[in-house]
């Protein structure tokens, strides 16, 4: 029976031991309101990986738009991709690869991807992809074209994003469909001239988004841009998730080991009730008192 008390007494500071070495893991609490704290950015070294370019190849020769780029590249840079030394379009890098649509100038193209971390450092070129485009329209003057002076954009949730674009060359009048990338209606507009545009958009909430920009001219030819849209500050549905991880592995360490200590605790007691149970007959059978 000492022996059985004993174990259980060490069963119970093993327990212990053990839930407060758990809890250790369990991530401290945020600071509170009235705290005071000191956020900084440390410069880094930029990327030293290049991005690649694996579809399309070089050789190749296209008569309809968009055309789909894509390749490796370091996670969590923004990839873009040049055309002629002219930008056609950004997208994150998510998990080893990205993939955009772009579109092209006629005739000849060389395709250049470049990354770039969260501080604007940029990284090596790419392989060079030269492809060709050839028109299946007619159309006289230079091709539509897209451009603008802002890979990604962002703004805090509820309030305007301001993206200014430039569009040149086609014919009027121009149809430019915008979709944000948020599940809402695209934005239509209609541009009679050529020139600088400003698209205007309103974020319900913290995110990165897909913005797909496609204008077409009066003689159907088209032109393209994809591009990085950011509704500001944490994504709630992540952090939602995480906290709920974080609560449930807390459940789960201060109860299972009470559990587990609760079963100890019955079978020990069970064990020394038998074990007095024994030792009571055996001094009844030797005729001595059955309690000393």
Same mark, same amino acid.
């Given at each position: 029976?000492?022996?059985?008390?004993?174990?259980?007494?060490?069963?119970?500071?093993?327990?212990?031991?053990? /839930?407060?070495?758990?809890?250790?893991?369990?991530? +401290?609490?945020?600071?509170?309101?009235?705290?005071?704290?000191?956020?900084?950015?440390?410069?880094?070294?930029?990327?030293?990986?290049?991005?690649?370019?694996?579809?399309?190849?070089?050789?190749?020769?296209?008569?309809?738009?968009?055309?789909?780029?894509?390749?490796?590249?370091?996670?969590?840079?923004?990839?873009?991709?040049?055309? /002629? $030394?002219?930008?056609?379009?950004?997208?994150?890098?998510?998990?080893?690869?990205?993939?955009?649509?772009?579109?092209?100038?006629?005739? @000849?193209?060389?395709?250049?991807?470049?990354?770039?971390?969260? *501080? /604007?450092?940029?990284?090596?070129?790419?392989?060079?992809?030269?492809?060709?485009?050839?028109? +299946?329209?007619?159309?006289?003057?230079? @091709?539509?074209? *897209?451009?603008?002076?802002?890979?990604?954009?962002?703004?805090?949730?509820?309030?305007?994003? /301001?993206?200014?674009?430039?569009?040149?060359?086609?014919?009027?009048?121009?149809?430019?469909?915008?979709?944000?990338?948020?599940?809402?209606?695209?934005?239509?507009?209609?541009?009679?001239? +050529?020139?600088?545009?400003?698209?205007?958009?309103?974020?319900?909430?913290?995110?990165?988004?897909?913005?797909?920009?496609?204008?077409?001219?009066? $003689?159907?030819?088209?032109?393209?841009?994809? *591009?990085?849209?950011?509704? $500001?500050?944490?994504?709630?549905?992540?952090?939602?998730?995480?906290?709920?991880?974080?609560?449930?592995?807390?459940?789960?360490?201060?109860?299972?080991?009470?559990?587990?200590?609760?079963?100890?605790?019955?079978?020990?007691?069970?064990?020394?009730?038998?074990?007095?149970?024994?030792?009571?007959?055996?001094?009844?059978?030797?005729?001595?008192?059955?309690?000393?």
């Amino acid at each position: 029976m000492v022996f059985l008390n004993k174990l259980l007494i060490q069963l119970i500071v093993f327990m212990f031991a053990f /839930n407060t070495g758990a809890l250790a893991l369990i991530p +401290p609490p945020g600071p509170k309101t009235d705290s005071t704290g000191v956020e900084g950015t440390i410069q880094g070294n930029p990327p030293s990986q290049a991005a690649t370019i694996d579809v399309p190849k070089t050789g190749q020769t296209f008569a309809e738009l968009p055309i789909t780029v894509s390749g490796l590249c370091p996670n969590k840079t923004l990839v873009e991709i040049s055309k /002629n $030394n002219v930008f056609a379009g950004s997208i994150d890098c998510i998990n080893g690869s990205y993939k955009l649509l772009i579109d092209l100038f006629d005739g @000849r193209n060389d395709l250049v991807a470049k990354v770039y971390d969260n *501080l /604007n450092q940029s990284g090596p070129d790419s392989n060079t992809v030269t492809v060709t485009f050839s028109s +299946p329209l007619d159309s006289s003057g230079p @091709r539509i074209l *897209l451009t603008t002076q802002y890979a990604k954009r962002g703004a805090d949730p509820g309030t305007i994003l /301001n993206w200014p674009i430039t569009l040149s060359g086609g014919t009027g009048p121009f149809a430019i469909n915008v979709d944000w990338g948020d599940k809402t209606d695209p934005d239509l507009i209609s541009q009679q001239i +050529p020139g600088d545009i400003n698209l205007q958009h309103t974020y319900a909430q913290a995110g990165i988004y897909k913005v797909t920009i496609k204008v077409s001219d009066a $003689n159907g030819n088209s032109a393209f841009l994809q *591009l990085v849209g950011i509704g $500001n500050g944490k994504i709630q549905q992540h952090t939602q998730a995480v906290q709920g991880i974080i609560s449930s592995e807390k459940t789960k360490v201060l109860w299972w080991p009470m559990g587990v200590l609760f079963a100890l605790s019955i079978a020990a007691y069970w064990l020394g009730q038998k074990h007095q149970l024994e030792a009571i007959r055996r001094r009844l059978r030797k005729g001595e008192e059955p309690f000393k």
